[in-house]
C-alpha cells in the first residue's frame, strides 16, 4: 500500500476514535442529567448519592478529556486531511509559478527582440544568450514538473516504507517496558506527524527542485519565486488555524473569581 493512503487511514482510525469518545461523553452527560431530574434519579440520590457523584466526576474529568481530545482532534486531521493534499498545493503552486515566468516572457520578448540589433557581429552575442535560456526554460519547465512529481512519487513510496517499517520499532526500543499511557500516545503521534510532513514536502518539493537544477545545466536562468511559497503560506495558514482551534477550546474555559473577594487593582499591583 502507498505510504500516504497508510498515513491517511491511521489519521482516519484517530479521527474516528475521537468522535467516537466524544459521543460517548455527551450520552454520559445526558443519562446523568436524565437520572437527576427523575424520580429514580433522586431516590438513587437520596439512598447512595450516586447521581451527584457521577456528575461531580464528569465535571471534574472535563478538562482532561478536552485537553487530549484536542490535540487528537488535530493530529488526526492533519494526518487524514492535510497529508493528502501536499501534492496538490505542490503541483498547484509550480503551475502558478510557470504561468507567471510566461506573463514574464511575453513581457520581455520586444526588449529580447532588441537586443538582437547589435552593431557588430551578426547580432547573436552575449546579451541574447540569457533570452535563448529563458526561453529554453518556458517550453522545457512543464515536462519536467511532471517528471518532478513522478521522482517525487517514487522517493516518497521508499522513504514513507522505511518510515512506516521502522517507526514501531523505535517506539518500541524508546518505550521498553515503560507504560505512560495516553499522553506517549499523543506524542509520538505528533512525532510521527511532522516527519511524515517534512517527508511529504521534501519528496514532492522536487516538481520545483527537478527544473531548476536541470536548466541550470544549459547556463542557468533566474526564476520567478511567485508561486513557490503556496506550500510553506498553506502551512502558516493552517497553524494560524489550529492555533484559533485550541483557543476555541480552552481560551473560553475561564476560572471566575471567588464569591465574596475582591480582584486585585492596578494601584495594588502598583505599589507591590
Known amino acids: 500500500m502507498n505510504p500516504l493512503i497508510t498515513m491517511k487511514n491511521l489519521g482516519d482510525y484517530v479521527l474516528g476514535g475521537v468522535e467516537a469518545a466524544f459521543g460517548t461523553w455527551v450520552g454520559l452527560n445526558v443519562v446523568v442529567a436524565g437520572a437527576d431530574a427523575s424520580i429514580w434519579g433522586t431516590l438513587a440520590n437520596f439512598a447512595a448519592g450516586l447521581g451527584k457523584a457521577a456528575g461531580a ?3 471534574a474529568t472535563e478538562p482532561m478529556f478536552f485537553m487530549l ?8 486531521a492533519g494526518l487524514s486531511l492535510y497529508l493528502p493534499m501536499i501534492p496538490f498545493i505542490t503541483w498547484f503552486g509550480a503551475i502558478i509559478n510557470w504561468l507567471v515566468i510566461v506573463g514574464e516572457a511575453i513581457v520581455a520578448a520586444p526588449l529580447w527582440a532588441m537586443t ?3 552593431g557588430e557581429g551578426d547580432g547573436m552575442g552575449q546579451r541574447t544568450a540569457h533570452g535563448y535560456i529563458f526561453l529554453l526554460n518556458v517550453m522545457v519547465r512543464p515536462i519536467l514538473m511532471v517528471i518532478g512529481f513522478f521522482f517525487g512519487g517514487a522517493a516518497l513510496i521508499t522513504g514513507g516504507t522505511v518510515l512506516n517499517k521502522f517507526y514501531g520499532i523505535a517506539v ?3 518505550q521498553f517496558d515503560s507504560l505512560t499511557g495516553i499522553v506517549s500516545i499523543i ?7 511532522m516527519l511524515c510532513t517534512n517527508l511529504i514536502h521534501t519528496c514532492f ?8 537544477q536541470v536548466i541550470n545545466w544549459a547556463g542557468g536562468v533566474a526564476t520567478a ?3 513557490r511559497e503556496t506550500t510553506g503560506e498553506v502551512r502558516g495558514a493552517l497553524n494560524v488555524f489550529m492555533g484559533k482551534l485550541e483557543n476555541l477550546g480552552f481560551g473560553g474555559r475561564k476560572t471566575s473569581a471567588p464569591k465574596g473577594g475582591s480582584r486585585p487593582s492596578e ?3 502598583m505599589r507591590s
Open 116 to 118: 538582437h540589433l547589435g
Open 267 to 269: 494601584t495594588d499591583g
Open 69 to 76: 481530545a484536542i490535540p487528537l482532534l488535530l493530529l488526526g
Open 225 to 227: 519565486t511567485l508561486g
Open 172 to 174: 518500541a526500543n524508546a
Open 187 to 193: 506524542g509520538y503521534l505528533a512525532i510521527y506527524f
Open 205 to 212: 518539493s522536487l516538481i520545483l527542485v527537478v527544473p531548476d
Open 57 to 59: 466526576a464528569l465535571h
